[in-house]
């Protein structure tokens, strides 16, 4: 099983500020099977990069993924106020798939 | 446009069951992967289980190995998740979503499941 741990827990940024989060997974990822979701509270996981680097359909250009092996990196350019949420990177290359612990964006 | 609406969410106590169901919409359901999984109160998601599109295969996560059976019915564009043997950390919201690769792209609201006596 891979296992993904998120750092930081928590980042706390202002509006319009850059975010970097990552991703590091237990062993390698192949094909880069690695996507990542926003999560906020009541609402459905929103599909934001797949295949490491591929923003999903409809996903603003300020959203990005990089990253192959074992580390993986989402980067918000400039902070939206929509943008304060969790999260999670997720590994789909075969079962059992796992989602990362997650890490909370906070309004500084 | 796609739908996905989980149902059959509740109360349960310790060691009972509940069947949850995922109605599908505004999509040829039959031609994908479908998924189950949780967040409990306070964590991360939890994949739980996928099932092939013709629904000869399906996969599970440890925890739910053995209690969970994950079907479907395509003529009904609907997918299951019988869960037995429930457990108070089974405890979660539940969510059906579509594919697991591409990873998944559309999900639903999610149901609320509580185990507690």
């Known amino acids: 099983e891979i296992v993904l741990t998120q750092s930081p827990g928590t980042l706390s940024l202002s509006p319009g500020e850059r975010a970097t989060l990552s991703c590091t997974a237990s062993q390698s990822v192949a094909s880069n099977y690695l996507a990542w979701y926003q999560h906020k509270r009541g609402q459905a996981p929103r599909l934001l990069i797949y295949?490491?680097?591929n923003r999903a359909s409809g996903i603003p250009d300020r959203f990005s993924g990089s990253g192959s092996g074992t580390d993986f990196t989402l980067t918000v350019s400039r902070l939206e106020p929509e943008d304060f949420a969790e999260y999670y990177c997720h590994y789909y290359g075969s079962a059992p798939l796992t989602f990362g612990p997650g890490t909370k964006v906070d309004i500084k | 446009q796609v739908q996905l609406v989980e149902s059959g969410g509740g109360l349960v106590k310790p060691g009972g069951s509940l069947r949850l169901s995922c109605a599908a919409s505004g999509f040829t359901f039959g031609d994908y992967y479908m998924n189950w999984i949780r967040q409990a109160p306070g964590k991360g998601l939890e994949w739980l289980s996928y099932?092939?599109?013709?629904?000869?295969?399906?996969y599970y996560a440890d925890s739910v190995k053995g209690r969970f059976t994950i079907s479907r019915d395509n003529a009904k564009n609907s997918l299951y998740l019988q869960m037995n043997s429930l457990r108070a950390e089974d405890t979660a919201v539940y969510y059906c979503?579509?594919?697991?690769?591409?990873?998944?792209?559309?999900w639903g609201q999610g149901t609320l499941v509580t185990v507690s006596s």
């Open positions: 099932i092939t599109s013709g629904g000869s295969y399906s």
């Open positions: 295949g490491a680097s």
């Open positions: 979503a579509r594919g697991t690769n591409p990873p998944p792209d559309h």
